[in-house]
């Protein structure tokens, strides 16, 4: 079996609370607390593909999907926030594999392709949106052209500490936020449920996932 990694950070003030679910029926829900400052990380067994989806605080929301092979694109994924004006989202990506990934990050928002970057086997790419158009919330879609199994979502608030509102998504006609069908995780109800339950933080958690295989757990 192989195995995936998720490794949570939280550079907040606040204790924060993670919950994972897999793809996988046979995988309990698991459920990870993280204080300021501290990091912890998990595993979880695939045979030959992965689907785990992340919820924390205030429709925080991670969607994780991809496989192993030899055309399969293996990403170092990191998220960070700014919280200048009404907040920035951050990404960090980095190409594991030994090819090329045509790596693409689309604001399902608005629709748009924010970034596509051509990365060489090791290199690493940064980048950043203004969320001040959408009052801090944010919604990516990474992924990787030739790999049709790999698509990450990264969604969430960004808390400033001024005054917010609720996901414009709530009831909103944009096909790429409101149709379930474009969710990356089977579950999207949690995803708008989560949203729904959200409360207001001053939570500012680091998420890292680095999704890499270890040749030794191959049996």
């Not at 079996?1 to 924060?16: D, H, I, K, P, Y």
């Not at 990091?39 to 994780?64: C, E, K, M, T």
């Not at 790419?125 to 698509?151: C, E, H």
Request: hydrophobic share 35%; glycine share 8%; net charge positive.
């Amino acid at each position: 079996m192989l195995r995936t990694t998720l490794t949570f950070s939280n550079t907040g003030a606040a204790t924060v609370v993670f919950q994972v679910r897999s793809g996988n029926p046979a995988d309990v829900v698991r459920t990870y607390t993280v204080e300021p400052g501290k990091q912890l990380s998990d595993s979880w067994s695939f045979a030959s593909s992965y689907s785990l989806s992340v919820y924390g605080p205030n429709g925080f929301v991670r969607y994780f999907n991809g496989s192993i092979g030899s055309a399969a694109a293996v990403l170092d994924v990191v998220s960070s926030y700014e919280t200048q004006g009404r907040g920035f989202i951050l990404w960090q990506i980095g190409n594991l594999a030994s090819t090329l990934a045509q790596v693409s990050v689309l604001d399902a928002y608005t629709g748009k392709t924010e970034t596509s970057r051509l990365l060489q086997s090791g290199a690493t790419r940064n980048d950043k949106l203004q969320l001040a158009p959408l009052n801090g919330w944010y919604d990516l879609i990474v992924s990787v052209a030739g790999d049709p199994t790999f698509k990450y979502q990264l969604a969430g608030h960004v808390e400033t500490g001024d005054d917010s509102v609720s996901d414009p998504a709530l009831g909103a006609s944009s096909p790429s936020r409101a149709n379930p069908k474009t969710c990356l995780h089977c579950q999207s109800g949690l995803r708008q449920g989560a949203d729904r339950r959200a409360t207001l933080c001053a939570l500012t958690p680091r998420f890292r996932v680095p999704i890499r295989v270890n040749p030794a757990s191959v049996r």
